[in-house]
């Protein structure tokens, strides 16, 4: 038997022909892929994403493959601990930000939150990053909205005033969310469903982030104010093909409008104000780890990375929009 050694500077997988078209929009890592050239070859697809570097074919491969496998998995892994503690900060555009800009980031215990504090503080243009979870100290918790409300006073300045500078921040960040828990799991059906796991899903994914909104968009700058509400594509109506996660998709939905209505009560009095829902894609999270996220999921400093970027090139006339980590709008 023949196989193809093809090298691309992505993901280290065996692939089907979809999967690999996916994985070209994930982790810019280099790749072994092996290929049965009778049955299949490189989608043109995958080549518009990935640098080419050749291939051979070879019959000997599949003795090889398994030390292989092995050399350039621990390459891969070298390279996500690298990229984890170097978070992309050097490359970073946030000139429409300006010098010592101030951030906000809600939810920042979890693995994309801590992502967004870890490339900002690092960043050379952000003077200040203020992260708020259910442990900071000031306090926030999505399920206690006395929480919310006094964060906010917090970093206003009714209390330590000192914790946010002047109180008004350019860049707010609400990267809280929930899929499944120890409890529930994303319904396949709707015999899954339950009051009780709409009701969980809701109060993190959509009442949470709408007392954020009402609570934090007085604090954004008036000149350059950004507020980003991570939701995620399977909450747009218009994209659903598959069905299913019911309440995860509903709550995403539901926080699309959320946004959208404050979106157009903010810009009344802060006409710069830009308020938007980001689409992060698949992260290698806690969230995406049931659902193959360590597989085709990308590191979070580079998540974080290409949402900030798409943030940068945001202005007032994009306000109440919803974006993917590529900056593509797209459909509610």
Not at 20 to 32: E, F, I, N, Y
Not at 179 to 201: I, N, R, V, W
Not at 327 to 332: I, M, S, T
Request: proline fraction near 5%; charge should be neutral; charged fraction near 20%.
């Amino acid at each position: 038997m023949s196989y193809a050694v093809v090298w691309f500077k992505r993901d280290l997988r065996l692939h089907d022909h979809a999967a690999l078209v996916d994985a070209a929009a994930h982790r810019p890592m280099l790749c072994l892929y092996v290929i049965e050239p009778s049955l299949w070859a490189p989608p043109d697809a995958a080549r518009q994403h990935d640098e080419f570097f050749g291939g051979a074919v070879m019959s000997e491969v599949a003795m090889r493959l398994p030390n292989l496998l092995h050399q350039y998995a621990k390459q891969l892994a070298a390279q996500d601990s690298a990229s984890a503690s170097q978070p992309h900060a050097s490359t970073l555009n946030l000139a429409s930000f300006p010098e010592g800009f101030r951030a906000l980031v809600i939810g920042a215990s979890g693995g994309i939150g801590q992502a967004f504090v870890q490339v900002l503080q690092t960043h050379p243009r952000c003077g200040t990053v203020v992260g708020l979870h259910r442990h900071s100290e000031p306090r926030l918790d999505l399920d206690d909205e006395a929480s919310i409300a006094s964060a906010a006073d917090a970093l206003r300045g009714g209390e330590n005033g000192e914790i946010g500078g002047s109180g008004k921040f350019h860049l707010i960040i609400h990267a809280a969310g929930v899929l499944h828990t120890a409890d529930f799991s994303p319904e396949k059906k709707m015999g899954d469903l339950s009051y009780a796991q709409l009701e969980a899903t809701f109060r993190v994914n959509t009442f949470g982030p709408a007392l954020v909104l009402r609570h934090f968009c007085p604090l954004l700058e008036p000149q350059r104010g950004v507020l980003a509400v991570l939701s995620a594509k399977v909450g747009s109506i218009e994209d659903n093909r598959l069905g299913g996660w019911y309440s995860y998709r509903a709550s995403k939905a539901a926080l699309n409008m959320m946004l959208k209505t404050a979106a157009i009560e903010v810009k009344r009095s802060n006409p710069h104000a830009v308020l938007v829902s980001l689409h992060p894609g698949t992260v290698n999270t806690g969230l995406s780890k049931p659902f193959k996220g360590e597989q085709i999921g990308r590191a979070a400093p580079d998540a974080v990375a290409d949402m900030l970027g798409v943030l940068n090139r945001l202005a007032a006339a994009d306000s109440g929009g919803f974006f993917a980590y590529s900056g593509q709008r797209l459909p509610w």
